[in-house]
Each structure stands twice: as C-alpha cells, then as structure tokens.
C-alpha cells in the first residue's frame, strides 16, 4: 500500500545555508522528507550571497517569521571573516546569523549530545545526553576593563537617576600596577533566561540544574541565583511537581564534581563565561561535534532548531572538485527532526511527530547498525564498520525508515 503523504497545518520556518550543510539540506530533504511529508515551509535562504543580495533583510525576515509561527530549523551558516569577504565579493562583513536571530528572539542556546551504541563518552558514568543551556547576554562579553598605572584607584561609580552618586572601591594601587575589570548584567535578561531554562526542562522532563559562585560574589551572582528562585517560586514549582522534574540550585565547583560523577540526563544551565567553556568540554566529553544538537528557546517558548557545527567547509571543497565525501547529517536531520516534532506538538499533529521519532530511530539504527560516516568510523567502538558516502549514509537511513513506517 502506497505512504498516505503527511500534511502540515501551520508552516515551519525554514533556514537554509551555505557549504556543505548546504548540500547535506537539499539530500536530507529530498531522501527523508519530502517522499514522506507534504513539506509546508516558509523558505528564507539564509546562504551568504542571499544575505549579501538583501543587505541581511533576510535574516532578519527569518527571525520574525519565526516569531510569528513559533517554529524554525536552521542549516548551518557562514560567518563572515576577512577571507569570506574576497571568497563572496561581499558588500560589507555581515554579522553572524545567529547572533542577529538571537538578538530578535531574546533566546537561550540549549546544547544537546545525541548519544549512540559504540561512541563512549570519555567520561564512563555518562550514560544519558547532558544539555547546557548558556545564558548569552553580559558578563565578560560586554565588559570595560584597563591596564592600571601603579599610585593609581580604581572605583565603581553609580549616577543614580536622580544624580547622585554611589562610589565602591575597586582597588588602591599604592604598591603595583595592574588591571581592572567592569562588567554588568541585567535583571530582565536573567529572568529570561531563568524562563527559557524552566520551560526547556518541563518540555523535555529533565530536571534543571543551575549554578553560580554566590558566597564569592554576594550581589552579582547572587542576583542571578535570586532570580532564578525567585521565578521558579512564582511560575514553575506546581508545574515541576507535576512533570516529576527538579530544580536543583548549587555552587559552580560542587556542580562541576557532581557533573563528571552523573550520569547525565539533565539540563545544566550556566552563567555566559562558565558556559562558553564547560560546552566545549561537555561537547568533547560525549565524543563528536558533529553529533551535538543545538535549540535556541524563546522566553514565550519559540523554539529554533539546528546543529552545533559549522558549515563543513574542507568537505565542500571536496565536494566542488567531484571527490567523494563522508559527512556527518545527523546533527542537521535532527534539527528537522526537533522542529517537525515541536511542530506537531503544537499543531495537534500526531503523524508529523510521530514521523519525527521513527526517523530519528532509523538514523540511530543505522549508526548501531554499524553503517556511518567517517568522523563516526574513526571512534566507534562497534565490530564491522562500514563507513559510507554523505549520500549513502542518508540512503541507508531511508531503508530502516521505510521499513518502521
Ligand atoms: P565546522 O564547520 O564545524 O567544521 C570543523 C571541522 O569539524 C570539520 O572540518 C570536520 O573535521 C569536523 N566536522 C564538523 N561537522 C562535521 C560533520 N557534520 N561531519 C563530519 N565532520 C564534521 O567549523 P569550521 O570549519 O571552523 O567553520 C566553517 C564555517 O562554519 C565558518 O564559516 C563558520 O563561520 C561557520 N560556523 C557556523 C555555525 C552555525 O551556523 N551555527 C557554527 C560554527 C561555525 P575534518 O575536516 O577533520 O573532517
Ligand atoms: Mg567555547
């Protein structure tokens, strides 16, 4: 009997673009999707020489087409650097996509590992995915700092809106230079943040850590602390009771230990500077960038989907010259994946999520079946290996899809 197409009620936000992700969007689209599904999208073409063309408009059109409809996925893009701008003749050295979405959808970047037979994270406790959720405004990333001349003071001085002021002792420099640092956050960005984190655990019933070094750092971090207690007394606490999920508040060191000592299978939600390295750490721990899922959430819980790699530049290039390629698509093919599931989610739409679990369940087989890509066949721990093409990789996950549908 011939596959009664899937329909889609609203449309998703689709982001393409550029290089080798590119290419692996168009594969993905046309070998598991659109046979399946009647694909309803709203396209923006987010590849460099249409931003270029628009000025950017049109990353900006995404990101508010995204607002609109609550759902997008988004390939990887090219962020230009000095190079890219002789390589693309560019008109200016646009900024990066993402920042600019992120920038009109106030969101939260929530990382996630897809964990799969015979990649071992590094750390043997680690059996279950660890998602970090980075809070992307302020701190050391907005600050003002200085080199400071020895006999020198530095203070903190706050003109308060009726002018007067209020003026903290930074440091007297009587006997040494040296440096000083300013740096600031802002109540509504935690709060958001907070939310964003709140929300992601319930839709994804995992429990929330969240830490700082509040006894060092009694009105900074502690702020952030408040906020988050604050907002989990006011919103979510009957709500985590009853998705049997936690809110779980400690130190950054003591989370660091009990980090390395799970077992995974939560959210761990970081301050910018503490994110931006334990990520990466994270990221290597569970084994491969190119496995790693990356979701940005909106406080009003629209939700963004795409891989954490970038654009696979040196495999394009072996593209263009005919030579074959073995990329890796599953962190892509789940970001359609998150996005067509949220999707029907939302929609009520029970066949497109559905659709969305067994396809991510024929890429999984697949791997565990011993067929990957290379970046996989150089650390899987599995017996026979057959390391395969970008194509035939894809091909491969369209036999196993067929057969659970
Ligand atoms: P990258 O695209 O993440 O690739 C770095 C290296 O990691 C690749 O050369 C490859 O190693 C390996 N790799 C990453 N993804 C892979 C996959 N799916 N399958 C197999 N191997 C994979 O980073 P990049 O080369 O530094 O950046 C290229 C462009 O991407 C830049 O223009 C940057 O602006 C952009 N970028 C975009 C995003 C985004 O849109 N979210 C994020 C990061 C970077 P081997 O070469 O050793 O095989
Ligand atoms: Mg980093």
């Not at 080798?20 to 694909?39: A, C, E, N, S, V």
């Not at 939260?108 to 998602?131: D, E, H, Q």
């Not at 390395?260 to 994270?282: F, H, L, P, Q, T």
Request: proline share 3%; aromatic share 10%; hydrophobic share 40%.
């Amino acid at each position: 009997m011939a596959f009664e197409k899937i329909q889609m009620k609203t449309p998703l936000v689709e982001m393409d673009g550029d290089e080798m992700t590119r290419i692996i969007w168009q594969m993905i689209k046309d070998i598991l999707l659109t046979p399946y599904i009647d694909l309803n999208t709203e396209y923006y073409d987010l590849g460099l020489e249409n931003r270029d063309k628009t000025g950017d408009q049109v990353t900006v059109d995404s990101a508010l087409a995204t607002k609109k409809y609550g759902v997008a996925v988004k390939c990887a893009t090219i962020t230009p650097n000095a190079a890219r701008m002789t390589e693309y003749n560019l008109h200016e050295m646009w900024k990066s996509p993402n920042g600019t979405i992120r920038a009109i959808l106030d969101g939260t970047v929530f990382r996630a590992p897809i964990l799969v037979k015979g990649i071992t994270p590094y750390i043997p406790t680690w059996k279950k995915p660890i998602t970090i959720a980075r809070h992307a405004y302020g701190d050391v990333y907005k600050n003002t700092e200085a080199l400071v001349e020895k006999g020198s003071k530095a203070e903190i001085l706050i003109t308060k809106p009726d002018g007067t002021q209020e003026k903290h002792l930074i440091h007297d420099y009587t006997d040494s230079a040296g440096v000083v640092q300013g740096m600031h956050n802002l109540d509504g960005s935690i709060e958001s943040f907070a939310r964003a984190c709140f929300n992601f655990a319930l839709d994804t019933k995992q429990d929330l850590w969240f830490a700082t070094k509040d006894t060092i750092s009694k009105k900074y971090d502690h702020r952030f602390k408040d906020i988050f207690q604050e907002v989990f007394d006011k919103d979510y606490t009957r709500k985590f009771a009853e998705a049997g999920i936690e809110y779980f508040y400690t130190l950054i060191d003591d989370a660091v230990a009990r980090v390395v000592r799970s077992e995974g299978g939560y959210i761990w939600a970081c301050k910018n500077y503490d994110g931006d390295v334990m990520s990466d750490m994270v990221a290597t721990a569970f084994g491969s960038l190119a496995m790693m899922t990356s979701v940005l959430v909106a406080p009003d819980g629209t939700c963004e989907y795409e891989a954490a790699h970038g654009t696979v530049q040196r495999h394009y290039y072996k593209h263009l010259k005919g030579e074959p390629t073995s990329t890796n698509s599953v962190a892509t093919l789940f970001a359609w994946t998150g996005a067509l599931r949220k999707r029907g989610e939302l929609d009520g739409n029970s066949r497109l999520a559905d659709f969305a679990d067994k396809l991510e369940k024929a890429a999984l087989d697949t791997i565990e079946d011993g067929v990957m890509t290379g970046d996989l066949a150089a650390m899987s721990t599995l017996p026979n290996i057959q390391k395969v093409g970008t194509e035939e990789f894809l091909k491969a996950i369209q036999v196993r899809l067929e057969k659970a549908l």
